[in-house]
C-alpha cells in the first residue's frame, strides 16, 4: 500500500527500503555531523564503505554547518559522489522544518549544479537526531516534488529507508502529496 514512485516532468522520485551504501546512484546522501567525521548511523556506514580516503578528503572541507552541504568523492562507493548535509537536532521548533528543508534542497541544488543525474537520500535527522518520521517524511517529500518540477536534474531521486515501517510511512506521505497534484 502507498505510493513508490512519482513521475515529476521528466524525472522520477522513488522509495525503497534498503542500504544507501549499496545504492547505484551517482550520488547518496550523507546524514552528516557538522565535522563531517565518521559517526554512527549513516554517516558511519558511508564511512566504513568507502573507505579511508573519505574522511581525508572530509578534513580539508572546514566542516559543515545544519541545513547546508558539501560533496565529496565516493570512493570504494558504488556512487561517484558523496553529498554530506547537516540535519537538524530536534528540538520541535519551526526552525527545525526550515532546516530539514535546507537540507534537501541544498543537497538538491549542489548535485545539480555538478551534473549528476541520480541521487539517493536516506531520511535525514530521523535516528540519532530523533526527528520524527512522519514530519521528516513530509518535509522532504514536499521538497524534492517541488524542486523537480522546477528543475530538470537530477533524473532520479530515491528516498532510501533502512525499514519495513519507515518505508510504509514515507510510501503513504508520498501517496498523500502526490493525490494533492492531481
Ligand atoms: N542506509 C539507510 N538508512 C540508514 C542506514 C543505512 N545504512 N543506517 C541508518 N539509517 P542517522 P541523523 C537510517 O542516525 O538522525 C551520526 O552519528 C536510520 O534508521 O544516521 O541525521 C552523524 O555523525 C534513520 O532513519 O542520522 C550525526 O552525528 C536515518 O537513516 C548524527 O548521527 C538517519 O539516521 C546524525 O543523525
Known amino acids: 500500500m502507498g505510493q513508490t514512485s512519482l513521475k515529476i516532468g521528466s524525472s522520477l522520485l522513488e522509495i525503497v527500503q534498503g542500504d544507501i551504501t549499496k545504492q547505484d546512484t551517482e550520488a547518496v546522501v550523507n546524514a552528516a555531523n557538522k565535522r563531517l567525521a565518521p559517526g554512527g548511523g549513516v554517516a558511519g556506514a558511508i564511512h566504513r564503505a568507502a ?7 572530509c578534513q580539508n572541507l572546514g566542516g559543515c554547518e545544519t541545513g547546508e ?20 537536532v530536534f528540538n520541535n521548533t519551526l526552525q527545525n522544518a526550515k532546516d530539514l528543508e ?16 541520480s ?5 535525514i535527522s530521523t535516528g540519532i537526531f530523533g526527528y520524527p518520521l512522519a514530519e521528516a517524511a513530509e518535509i ?5 516534488v517541488k524542486f523537480l518540477q522546477e528543475n530538470t536534474k537530477p533524473e532520479r531521486v530515491r528516498f532510501v529507508l533502512f525499514g519495513a515501517d ?13 493525490g494533492e497534484l492531481k
Open 102 to 117: 535546507s537540507c534537501y534542497l541544498n543537497s538538491l541544488r549542489l548535485a545539480a549544479e555538478n551534473n549528476v543525474q
Open 51 to 57: 573507505g579511508p580516503e573519505l574522511w581525508a578528503e
Open 140 to 144: 522532504s517529500l514536499r521538497t524534492v
Open 166 to 178: 519507515d518505508l510504509q510511512v514515507y510510501r503513504d506521505s508520498l501517496q498523500k502529496i502526490a
Open 119 to 123: 541521487i539517493a537520500f536516506p531520511a
Open 69 to 88: 552541504a558539501k560533496i565529496t568523492g565516493g570512493y570504494n562507493l558504488p556512487a561517484r559522489y558523496v553529498v554530506h548535509t547537516v540535519g537538524p
